[in-house]
C-alpha cells in the first residue's frame, strides 16, 4: 500500500496570480455546469482535465470558458491557449478529477486542498498556537495567517457536497474567533451533509462568550476533538508546556457541553500520558459525562517529538496494561472509545475492536513488514515519519491464522 501525496510538481504555463481551482472532466462540465461546486462558482474557478488523446482529437475544447486546463501526462504537441495551463505531472495520481487544487506564479508546486471521497481533507486554520505541547506534530509559529481565514472560505465553495467528513485544524483553530465561526456557518449553509470536526486544545472556550456563539451557529453535526492528557494539572499542563491550561482546558469543556456540542476527548500515548491512562479514564467519566468518544492515539513521531524522543518514547508493548484497562473501564461504562494510530500487531487480539484506520491517507505508511501481512487491508499502519528509532518491538507479520483472532475478536 503506498501513501498518496498532497502534492507534487507540474510544468505550469499562463498563470498570473495566485488560484484555487477544481478539476473537472468533459463530462461533469457538460451535465453539472458550475452545479458541480457545492457553492458560489464562476467559470474561472474550473480546471478542465483534458488527456492529450482528448485534446488532439477536439481542440476546440480549448475554447470552453474555464479557467485553464490540466493535461494529466506529459505534453504532446503544442498548447494554444493563453489560459493557465498544467501538464507533465511528477506523480500523476496526486492530482485527479473533482480535487481542488493551489497553484502560485512562479512555483512548480500544485497543493491538493481538497480530494474528492476522502475522509482526510482539512481546512488549515493557522499555524498559531497557545500551546506548546512537547509532542505537537506541527510546532507552532508566532506568525499572522489569517489568510488561511479566506482561502479555507473560497475552499468551502469549490467542494463537492457529498458525505465526507472534513476537519479543520491548526495550530489552535480558536485563536481566529471570527473567521472560525465564519467558517463553520458557511459549512453549515454550503456543506450540510458533510461531518465537521475541529482539533482544538479547548482553552479559550474558557470564555463563556462562545456559548451563544456556536449555540446560533447550530451546526447539527459539528464535533470537537479535545486534547486532556492527565487525570491533574501538573502533569496535563507539563505536557502541554503552559501552565493553567488544565484548568483553562476543564472549563472549556464544560462551556462545550452548556452549548450543547457534540465533544471527543483525545489522548495522545506516551511515556507521561500512559501510566496514568486508567485513572484518567475515571476522570473522563466521573468528570465529563458529556463526552461522546474517547480517543486513545499513538504518537506521530515527527515535529516537537522527535525533540523530546527521551522524555516521549515508550514501546506500545509496555503500555499494553494500562491501555486495556482505560479502554474496558470506559467501554464497560457505556462511553464509546477507539484506539487510534496503533497498527493491529501492538495491541492485544482482545483490543482490536477498538482499533480504527485513523491515519489520514496523505501521512500513511506500511512499512517493508506490512506488505505481505494478513492484516494490512485493516490496520491503522505508521506515519510516513515513521522511523526505526520510533519501531517497536512487537512490529511483525500476522499470519492468516494470527490474524483471524483478532477478526473474531472485532465481531
Known amino acids: 500500500m503506498v501513501m498518496l ?27 453539472q455546469g458550475l452545479a458541480v461546486c457545492a457553492g ?12 492529450n488523446e482528448e485534446r488532439l482529437r477536439s481542440p476546440h475544447l480549448l475554447s470552453l470558458p474555464v479557467g485553464g486546463f490540466l493535461i494529466p501526462e506529459p505534453l504532446i504537441g503544442d498548447l494554444d491557449s493563453a489560459r493557465p495551463h498544467l501538464h507533465t505531472p511528477k506523480d500523476a495520481d496526486v492530482v485527479q478529477p473533482g480535487d ?17 471521497g476522502s475522509d482526510s481533507n482539512l481546512l488549515f486554520m493557522t499555524d498559531r498556537c497557545n500551546s506548546f505541547c512537547l509532542m505537537c506534530s506541527q510546532p507552532p509559529k508566532d506568525i ?11 475552499l468551502i465553495d469549490l467542494m463537492d ?39 482544538s486544545n479547548g482553552r479559550l472556550f474558557q470564555d463563556p462568550s462562545w456559548i451563544a456563539a456556536l449555540s446560533a451557529i447550530g451546526h447539527p453535526q459539528l464535533s470537537w476533538g479535545i486534547p486532556l492528557y492527565a487525570d491533574n494539572a501538573e502533569d496535563h499542563d507539563h505536557v502541554v508546556q503552559a501552565p493553567g491550561a488544565f484548568s483553562e482546558t476543564l472549563q472549556g469543556l464544560y462551556n462545550l457541553a452548556r452549548a450543547n456540542q457534540i465533544i471527543e476527548v483525545r489522548v495522545v500515548l506516551n511515556r507521561l500520558t500512559t501510566p496514568r491512562l486508567p485513572e484518567l479514564a475515571h476522570y473522563v467519566f466521573r468528570n465529563l459525562p458529556f463526552v461522546r468518544h474517547v480517543a486513545l492515539m499513538g504518537i506521530e513521531s ?38 487510534y494510530n496503533l497498527p493491529l500487531c501492538l495491541i492485544p487480539a482482545d483490543l482490536s ?51 483471524s483472532a483478532y477478526a473474531r475478536s472485532a465481531q
Open 5 to 31: 501525496r498532497k502534492d507534487t510538481h507540474f510544468e505550469i504555463h499562463h498563470l498570473d496570480e495566485p488560484k484555487l481551482l477544481k478539476v473537472i472532466t468533459l463530462d461533469e462540465f457538460i451535465e
Open 40 to 51: 458560489s462558482a464562476e467559470f474561472g474557478d474550473l480546471l478542465l482535465w483534458l488527456p
Open 100 to 116: 481542488v487544487i493551489a497553484i502560485t506564479p512562479g512555483n512548480t508546486l500544485v497543493r491538493v486542498l481538497y480530494r474528492r
Open 144 to 154: 499572522d495567517d489569517r489568510w488561511h481565514v479566506e482561502e479555507n472560505l473560497r
Open 161 to 199: 457536497s457529498s458525505e465526507e467528513n472534513l476537519g479543520i485544524s491548526g495550530g489552535e483553530p480558536t485563536l481566529y474567533r471570527d473567521g472560525l465561526l465564519e467558517i463553520l456557518a458557511k459549512c453549515k449553509a454550503v456543506l450540510p451533509q458533510k461531518s465537521i470536526h475541529v482539533l
Open 302 to 339: 515527527t515535529g516537537l517529538a522527535r525533540k523530546h524522543y527521551e522524555e516521549l518514547w515508550i514501546d506500545p508493548l509496555d503500555y499494553q496494561e494500562s491501555l486495556s484497562q482505560a479502554v474496558y473501564f470506559l467501554f464497560n461504562r457505556g462511553v464509546p472509545v477507539s484506539i
Open 353 to 403: 475492536r477498538f482499533a480504527r484506520q485513523s491515519i489520514s491517507d496523505w501521512k500513511n505508511l506500511f512499512i517493508d513488514t506490512c506488505q505481505q501481512c494478513a492484516a494490512v487491508n485493516h490496520c491503522s499502519g505508521f506515519f510516513k515519519s515513521h522511523t526505526d528509532r520510533w519501531q517497536s518491538r512487537g512490529v511483525q507479520l500476522l499470519s492468516t491464522e494470527a490474524f
